[in-house]
């Protein structure tokens, strides 16, 4: 089976400036991904997309094979992700005159996977031959069942979920993960004819907390800085 990773890394970052190309554990972020993609042995092609030409130049230097222009409307704070993959993918094809059968694209800002996730996932996902995508994520530190509330047109709390029995102790309720923006992989048709990650028949690879962390603010760069630092794997 043909497989291509794409790793879509925008220049826009509000939470953290430049986060894509900022330096950890002695490396761009973008290039730990890079690297892992490499060092897993799955792929064909590793191509990278970007609006920015900064983020492009440090992806070339870190050995992805094809680098894709990302247009204005496709690097907006607004953009969904689907748009951006479906993109890079078909740009991708375009120029090396090819197909890919699977798509697995991970997030340049989820650096603290291992490459046994990308194996496995990959293996999860192909041996489940009826499954349209799959996602990674996390066991949840709150639940919908037991203590996540939202606030009602009243202006009060009330538990996001729930059942028909009174819950008591977490445990007693049913398993609920947090979305990691880590791994998803996606077959070439049901990709290009998606609007949603979520499917019908969509599989979920868990990953513990600790290779969790997606990097959205400073404090979410400083626990993956601590964490790469302390594994000392991404140094």
Same mark, same amino acid.
């Given at each position: 089976?043909?497989?291509?990773?794409?790793?879509?890394?925008?220049?826009?970052?509000?939470?953290?400036?430049?986060?894509?190309?900022?330096?950890?554990?002695?490396?761009?972020?973008?290039?730990?991904?890079?690297?892992?993609?490499?060092?897993?042995?799955?792929?064909?092609?590793?191509?990278?997309?970007?609006?920015?030409?900064?983020?492009?130049?440090?992806?070339?230097?870190?050995?992805?094979?094809?680098?894709?222009?990302?247009?204005?409307?496709?690097?907006?704070?607004? !953009?969904?992700?689907?748009?951006?993959?479906?993109?890079?993918? !078909? !740009?991708? =094809?375009?120029?090396?005159?090819?197909?890919?059968?699977?798509?697995?694209?991970?997030?340049?800002?989820?650096?603290?996977?291992?490459? =046994?996730?990308?194996?496995?996932?990959?293996?999860?996902?192909?041996?489940?031959?009826?499954?349209?995508?799959?996602?990674?994520?996390?066991?949840?530190?709150?639940?919908?069942?037991?203590?996540?509330?939202?606030?009602?047109?009243?202006?009060?709390?009330?538990?996001?979920?729930?059942?028909?029995?009174?819950?008591?102790?977490?445990?007693?309720?049913?398993?609920?993960?947090?979305?990691?923006?880590?791994?998803?992989?996606?077959?070439?048709?049901?990709?290009?004819?998606?609007?949603?990650?979520?499917?019908?028949? !969509?599989?979920?690879?868990?990953?513990?907390?600790?290779?969790?962390?997606?990097?959205?603010?400073?404090?979410?760069? =400083?626990?993956?800085?601590?964490?790469?630092?302390?594994?000392?794997?991404?140094?």
């Amino acid at each position: 089976m043909s497989r291509i990773c794409t790793i879509c890394a925008r220049g826009g970052s509000k939470g953290v400036k430049n986060k894509n190309i900022r330096m950890l554990a002695g490396k761009p972020l973008i290039a730990h991904s890079i690297q892992q993609a490499k060092q897993s042995g799955l792929f064909d092609v590793i191509a990278v997309s970007s609006d920015s030409k900064d983020i492009l130049a440090v992806a070339e230097q870190y050995g992805a094979d094809v680098l894709v222009n990302r247009p204005y409307e496709l690097a907006t704070d607004q !953009t969904a992700k689907l748009p951006v993959i479906q993109h890079c993918l !078909t !740009t991708v =094809e375009e120029k090396l005159g090819r197909q890919f059968e699977l798509i697995v694209d991970l997030d340049a800002t989820s650096p603290l996977r291992l490459i =046994e996730d990308i194996v496995q996932s990959v293996q999860l996902y192909e041996e489940n031959i009826d499954a349209d995508n799959l996602i990674s994520g996390a066991p949840s530190r709150r639940s919908p069942y037991f203590n996540l509330v939202e606030v009602n047109s009243e202006g009060y709390a009330r538990l996001s979920k729930r059942l028909d029995k009174i819950i008591v102790r977490r445990q007693d309720v049913p398993n609920c993960y947090d979305m990691n923006a880590s791994i998803y992989i996606w077959k070439r048709a049901k990709l290009l004819n998606s609007k949603s990650v979520f499917q019908a028949k !969509t599989l979920l690879y868990v990953m513990p907390e600790e290779r969790s962390i997606d990097i959205d603010s400073e404090i979410d760069f =400083e626990f993956v800085s601590f964490l790469a630092k302390k594994r000392g794997e991404l140094s």
